[in-house]
């Protein structure tokens, strides 16, 4: 009775997941089209802390549960699943150009903030007087995508922007909201469910972190990249991706470093295969673009070769 209840549960999750990211797309090029600022930087904002909000949450609970390492486990490893398997589909699907006006800078700030952790957690431990460090990160990120979207807005036609009434636009943004709920409602469901049964199997925690808990806090970001790809908003899911990584690598643990009594313990397995895949996977994904103009398609099959190898070496 128990895996039937886990396997409806399952299915409502998928529905909410597919339907929501349907509407909470949708509603972000909408944002997009209204506001006047391009979908990179509405992808690398408004969609990327809203799809980060399933990692946030888990990982503050985790903490406060006392689980570190699934709390540190999906931070990083979500990472790892947006870039290996996320942005690999991705890139498989639509390599594409990237704007050389907006992409640089985030892309110089997401492996910032992938190697400033790496290093920082090599002592064993993220000190919140460390996390600082991060969070100036975040900071530079936010303020860097406020400052362009500033500038898309003035230099942005008047009659390129849609209008639209009040009562659409109330439709427009309860549509985005119910999609944004509907995707972590569904997430949710997975997680819960899929780590009970894993649990039950006796797989570590700190695996469980890394792999199924980080992928299905990930699915938000799964979700919007394949509804992208289905739309063709590739510069959507891209920023989406970029957004949520920088997110997660300079915000969710430096949040959990200061609910862990100023201080977070880093265990092994993150600091020697976690946090060097992650490195990994933002080079391979980051570094052609920003010497080239462009992703490719040979970047999609890397990280997704990658993402197997990493998995493999989680679970022998």
């Not at 909408?30 to 930087?41: C, D, Q």
């Not at 549509?175 to 649990?199: K, Y």
């Not at 010497?291 to 990658?306: D, H, P």
Request: glycine residues 12%; aromatic residues 6%; charged residues 10%.
């Amino acid at each position: 009775m128990e895996l039937f209840t886990a396997g409806i549960c399952f299915l409502l999750g998928l529905v909410l997941i597919v339907k929501g990211g349907d509407w909470f797309l949708d509603g972000a090029v909408w944002i997009a089209e209204v506001s006047g600022v391009p979908r990179f930087i509405v992808g690398a904002t408004v969609v990327s802390l809203a799809t980060t909000l399933p990692e946030l949450t888990v990982s503050v609970t985790g903490v406060l549960e006392g689980e570190v390492d699934l709390a540190i486990g999906n931070a990083v490893g979500s990472v790892t699943a947006n870039l290996g398997l996320i942005m690999g589909i991705s890139l498989v699907c639509i390599p594409s150009p990237v704007d050389r006006r907006q992409f640089p800078a985030k892309a110089v700030l997401m492996l910032t903030g992938a190697a400033a952790l790496t290093i920082l957690c090599r002592g064993g431990a993220l000190p919140l007087g460390q996390g600082l460090i991060l969070l100036a990160v975040f900071a530079l990120y936010l303020a860097n995508n406020l400052r362009d979207a500033a500038r898309s807005r003035a230099a942005a036609d008047a009659p390129r922007r849609v209008k639209c009434s009040r009562c659409q636009a109330a439709l427009r943004l309860g549509m985005f909201a119910a999609g944004l709920a509907g995707i972590i409602v569904g997430s949710q469901l997975l997680v819960d469910h899929g780590s009970r049964l894993a649990l039950a199997l006796g797989v570590p925690a700190s695996v469980i972190g890394v792999t199924l808990v980080a992928v299905g806090t990930s699915l938000p970001e799964l979700v919007t990249t394949l509804t992208a790809i289905v739309k063709k908003e590739a510069s959507m899911s891209i920023g989406n991706i970029v957004g949520a990584n920088v997110i997660d690598l300079t915000l969710i643990l430096p949040v959990c470093a200061a609910l862990s009594d100023g201080r977070l313990a880093i265990g092994r397995q993150t600091n020697v295969l976690d946090l060097p895949a992650c490195l990994l996977a933002g080079a391979i994904s980051m570094l052609p673009p920003l010497a080239t103009g462009r992703f490719y398609r040979w970047q999609g099959f890397a990280l997704l070769g990658g993402y197997a190898v990493y998995l493999m070496l989680l679970l022998r």
